[in-house]
């Protein structure tokens, strides 16, 4: 069953940055600040680590980087959604700007996730390819610059281009959630993203980059937790 996600949320990814036994602390890491602050929080894994981070874990919803669209039976070396689901993930990404897809890919694997059950993550860079999105549906939208993804730039998405990403999504689904994720370096910029309207808030450099990663997870997720609390005293 599809999970239900409680707002705000935080999600954490990792990509490459680490693997192995690294990948597990993280996670770890992450269940612990989850229970903790009470935030569900969800996690991008890489593939293999998928069924590893699930046994060790309770309150992570993990998702999957990307998946194919193959069925069970021939495609050596794809990535096969049954796969997945088996090794323990709820969702996976489409559309991430290092692995970016046509409309019609993210169509195809938008579907082959409902057959699953999954909740999709779907990522878009500008405004307009966020309207172009929203339009398959997806349970989640993470509008961000491309430019500004990997926080080398010391950037944060601006102001204008949150507000206006969360109006033309919403616009077309009000029920899909927006999370906002670029150059996210510091526990306030998480705040003041979930603040500003966004639904979630998330980091993957900012948390594999920072002088003490397990430190600022924990960080993170007691700042949504913080926007939490401010939004419920509304």
């Known amino acids: 069953m599809k999970p239900k996600i409680r707002t705000p949320f935080f999600e954490l990814g990792v990509k490459n940055y680490v693997y192995g036994d690294t990948v597990l602390e993280y996670a770890i890491a992450a269940d612990r600040a989850a229970e903790k602050y009470d935030i569900d929080v969800l996690m991008t894994c890489p593939a293999v680590d998928i069924r590893r ?5 309770k309150h992570l919803i993990i998702l999957a980087p990307y998946m194919d669209t193959i069925r069970p039976g021939r495609g050596q070396a794809c990535i096969l959604p049954e796969s ?3 090794a323990g993930a709820q969702g996976v990404i489409i559309n991430h700007c290092e692995t ?4 019609p890919q ?6 082959r996730a409902r057959e699953l059950d999954f909740l999709v993550f779907a990522c878009a860079d500008t405004i307009a390819e966020a309207k172009a999105v929203a339009q398959l549906h997806p349970d989640i939208i993470n509008p961000e610059p491309s430019e500004l993804i990997g926080g080398d730039s010391g950037e944060v998405s601006d102001m204008g281009y949150v507000m206006e990403s ?7 689904y009000p029920d899909i959630y927006v999370e906002q994720a670029a150059g996210i370096t510091n526990g306030q910029q998480v705040y003041d993203f979930i603040m500003a309207g966004s639904e ?3 980091a993957a450099s900012g948390i594999c980059k920072a002088e003490d990663p397990i430190a600022m997870i924990d960080e993170m997720i007691a ?8 939004l419920a005293k509304k």
């Open 200 to 202: 979630g808030a998330g």
């Open 84 to 86: 997945l689901a088996a």
């Open 100 to 103: 970016p897809m046509s409309l």
């Open 53 to 57: 981070v699930r046994e060790n874990t």
């Open 223 to 230: 700042a949504t937790r913080r926007a939490a609390d401010d």
């Open 106 to 111: 993210m169509k195809a694997t938008v579907e």
């Open 166 to 172: 969360i109006r033309v999504i919403k616009d077309i």
